[in-house]
């Protein structure tokens, strides 16, 4: 084991923050953690999304993944580059994203079904949103407003991208098909967000197609506006260490600003909640800062941990996730949908190995952890071959 981790801390290059990567690889592996579970009917509550209003820690991983996205695109530079022209590198990574996005959408057959009809149900019933589809559209979006726009500018742009799509939800009012018109509403199926989703992207190319009055995608069109401004604030606190110095006062001084306007988002963002329910379905503005506050006070730990005081080898590991992060969501994504594609008797691989491996032998809801852990065990050995091979897949 310890040669192992000497083998990961030696290919990190010099002059690189650690906690960056750190942070990408706990938030890629968190996200194949909880999409990976052996049971869906058996999941336990912090590793499962809120119901509706309300958070829980698996809420905080996709806006920690938007957030170190753009606290990426502000390190990429350097203290002293400036930021590059939007050109087709941004947009080639973007589309790739998108791509890949749909790519996962499409890849599903039903084998267990001599009727099922894969052309109608996937892909003339394509879901167009996902959340490697927010990704690519978060980033190219927040490539140009990084470009065009100063440091104020930028503070500007992470509240109103916020605020802009909640007033609209609060004040626009829409119909449904019968006539019947409504405003201000925030239940499930039944808001702005979700009304303005069925008609962009159809009722049949959302995930909630059977929400009512209104089916919609909790990846919608609207939210990924919001979503932006996590993007956008992760920029911020790039832009933060990017205008400090790289003494080891600085860099505590640093370590605490991080800290504080962490707290700080979180405490406005929980206290706002009677007001402006946190709900990562609706991206709500009070959302935004309670995951962008969770996120920044991970930031400042890590950066404290292995930045300042160098204590790596613990968490060396989650670098081979980190580097490799988009690959290890495709390669969750595909291996998750053969587990469910490959009969095995009247269930599924998946079911099988659930029903007859883990449950036995962990129970239920362990059984179910178990399968989840195990699975990122293997994925992480699949990580580790690239990453002692310098095989970094970029999009």
Known sequence: ??????????????????????????????????NNPGSWSYVYAPMAHAEWHGWTPTDVIFPLFLFVVGLSMVLSCGRSRPFPAVGWGQWSRALKLFALGLFLAVFFYNFRDDTYNWVQDRLEGIRWMGVLQRIALVYILCCYLVRWLSLPGLVIAAVLCSLIPWLMMLFLPYQNAAGETFQGQ????????????QWLLGAEHVYYRSAEPFPFDPEGVLTTFAAASTCLL??????VWKHSAADRTSQ????????????????????????????????SPSFVLVTAGVSALLLSGLYYLVDIRERRRALAPLLVFGVNAIALFMLAGVVGRLLIMLPVGDTTLKGWLFHTVFQPLFGSYGGSLAFAVSSLALFYLVMWQMYRRRIIWKV
């Open 186 to 197: 925030l239940a499930f199926g039944n808001h702005f967000s979700a009304w303005l989703d």
């Open 1 to 34: 084991m310890q040669r192992h981790i000497n083998d990961i801390l030696q290919q990190v290059p010099s002059g690189r923050l650690m906690s960056v990567d750190l942070l990408r690889g706990l938030a890629i592996a968190a996200m194949v953690l909880v």
């Open 252 to 283: 505590l001084r640093l370590c605490r600003n991080w800290a504080l306007g962490g707290a700080a988002m979180l405490l406005v963002g929980q206290c706002l909640h009677p007001l402006v329910p946190i709900n990562k379905a609706l991206w």
């Open 234 to 239: 992760g920029v911020l606190a790039g832009l």
